[in-house]
C-alpha cells in the first residue's frame, strides 16, 4: 500500500466532526490528502483540530443549497480543485415506520441523506468530468440492504442512495470518474441523538435484530474502506455497493 496514496489529491468529506466522517478526515489526511472537513455543528467540526488532523474546516448544512456550494465554491477558491468527495454525513430517523413518521423526520432524513449528497455530486461533478478525473464515495447502510434495521425513512433514503451511486457510476465512468457506496453495520459513533426509539411496537421487533445482528465497530474499520475506493488502487472498482459490517447483511 502507498502510505501517501492520497497526496496531491482534494478531498471534501461530510459529517465531518464525529464517527465515520471524522476517522476517514484523520485517514485521508495521513494518507497525505488536502481534506476539507466540513460539518453543521460547530462543536464537532472543532474535534477535527484536536484530533490532530490537517485539515480545512467549513461550517455547513448539507441539506442546504447555499451551504452546498459555498462549500465547494470555498474549496475550489482555497485549492483549486475537488478530486474526492466522501458524501458521509447522514441522520437516522428514531426507527419511526410508516404508519408513525411525520413530515418533519421525512423531510429531514431525506434532505441530509439523499438530496445533500445529490447537490454536492451537482457541484463536483463538472470539473471531475473537465479533468477526466474524481472519486465519489457515498456513506449508505446495512439499511441499504434490509427493512429491519431502521425506521421508514432512514431505510428509503440509504436504498436511494445506493440508486444514486449506481447512477452517477454508470453515467461517468467514459469520463474517468467511479462512484462507489460502502454500507456499514453498527459502529461505535454519535449517531444516536437520532437513534432514540419512539415507536415501542417497532424497538420491540428491532431491539433483539440489533442485538443478534451487529458487532459493533470502530469508526475507522470503515474509513479504511473508504479511503481505498477513494485511492487509484480502486482503479477498476465503479458502482461497487460494498458492506462492511461484519456479515450482517449476509444473514
Ligand atoms: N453508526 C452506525 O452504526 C452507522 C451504520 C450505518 C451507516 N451509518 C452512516 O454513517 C454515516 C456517518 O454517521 P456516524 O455514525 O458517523 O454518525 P455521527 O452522528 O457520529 O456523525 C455524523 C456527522 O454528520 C453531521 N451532520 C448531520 N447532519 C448534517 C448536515 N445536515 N450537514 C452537515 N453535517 C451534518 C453531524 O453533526 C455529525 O458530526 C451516516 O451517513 C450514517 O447513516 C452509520
Redesign the pocket.
Known sequence: MDTQRHATKVVIV????????LATVVRLAREGATVVA????AG?LERVRTAGAEATAIL????LQADVDRLVDDTVRRHGRVDILVN?????DNFLPAHAVDDVTWDRVM???VR?PLMLCRRVLPGMVERRTGAIVN?????SFKGGTSGVA?TTS?HALVGMSRSIAWYYATDGIRCNAV?????????G?TSVPRETVHLERLGPIHAAGRRMAQ?DE?ATLISWLASDEASNVNGAVIPVDAGWSAG
Open positions: 461530510t459529517g465531518a466532526g464525529s464517527g465515520i466522517g466540513t460539518d453543521i455543528d464537532r455547513a448544512d448539507i441539506g458521509n454525513a447522514g441522520i437516522n434532505s441530509v441523506n445533500g456513506v449508505a447502510s446495512v439499511g432512514y440509504k454500507c456499514p453495520g453498527g459502529v461505535q459513533t454519535n449517531i441523538a469508526p470503515v
